[in-house]
T-cell receptor, first 119, second 113 residues
């Protein structure tokens, strides 16, 4: 159990375009979802936290107008990178936590990641 | 501010050569300490959660232990397929922020046949 999927797994886009990444919890309800980015040889950097039906909470230094997060249901969150530029190229990873699930608890379960390349 | 420091940064072992990875942490009240495994180009895979000092958990060749200041991930008789980056993360008992994790930089483990 506790499987998270992401789509697409890889995307290449032109500078100035917008890209949407989907994150789905397949076998549990994710009360909270998180979005991270990871640069080569570095650890995960939290970008934002979102609860279903609420506005996302962004980490300091993350532009909320550039990285739009929608958590429309307990199984789906989306990250839209608006007007993407080459410096936005990175590995984006989402995670979900069941929260009140007595077995799965508050462990974060991660998706497989999305590799974004902006040309 | 919560901090997690992992050592060593990289570790090379021969198949069958047991060793330990270290995770030192400072947190304003520990809610949980998590170990994940990450393969290149993939998302982290959950391994263990530890909640209190003295707790131990095992899974195949891996055993995680926890004290009030650090956690160890012991790898017994590793195999090449254990090669990966191992990430440690802490979750604090904070009023808001839910299940937020603070990650260490990871230990890149290579097991040679």
């Amino acid at each position: 159990g506790a499987v998270v999927s992401q789509h697409p797994s890889r995307v290449i886009c032109k500078s100035g375009t917008s890209v949407k990444i989907e994150c789905r919890s397949l076998d549990f309800q994710a009360t909270t979802m998180f979005w991270y980015r990871q640069f080569p040889k570095q650890s995960l950097m939290l970008m934002a936290t979102s609860n279903e039906g609420s506005k996302a909470t962004y980490e300091q230094g993350v532009e909320k107008d550039k990285f739009l997060i929608n958590h429309a249901s307990l199984t789906l969150s989306t990250l839209t990178v608006t007007s993407a530029h080459p410096e936005d190229s990175s590995f984006y990873i989402c995670s979900g936590t069941p929260g009140l699930d007595p077995v799965l608890g508050e462990t974060q379960y991660f998706g497989p990641g999305t590799r974004l390349l902006v040309l | 501010e919560d901090q997690v420091t992992q050592s060593p940064e990289a570790l090379r072992l021969q198949e069958g050569e047991s060793s330990s990875l270290n995770c030192s942490y400072t947190v304003s009240g520990l809610r949980g300490l998590f170990w994940y495994r990450q393969d290149p180009g993939k998302g982290p895979e959950f391994l263990f959660t530890l909640y209190s000092a003295g707790e131990e958990k095992e899974k195949e060749r891996l055993k995680a232990t926890l004290t009030k200041k650090e956690s160890f991930l012991h790898i017994t008789a590793p195999k090449p397929e254990d090669s990966a980056t191992y990430l440690c993360a802490v979750q604090a008992r904070e009023g808001g922020g839910g299940s937020r994790l603070t990650f260490g930089e990871g230990t890149q483990l290579t097991v040679n046949p």
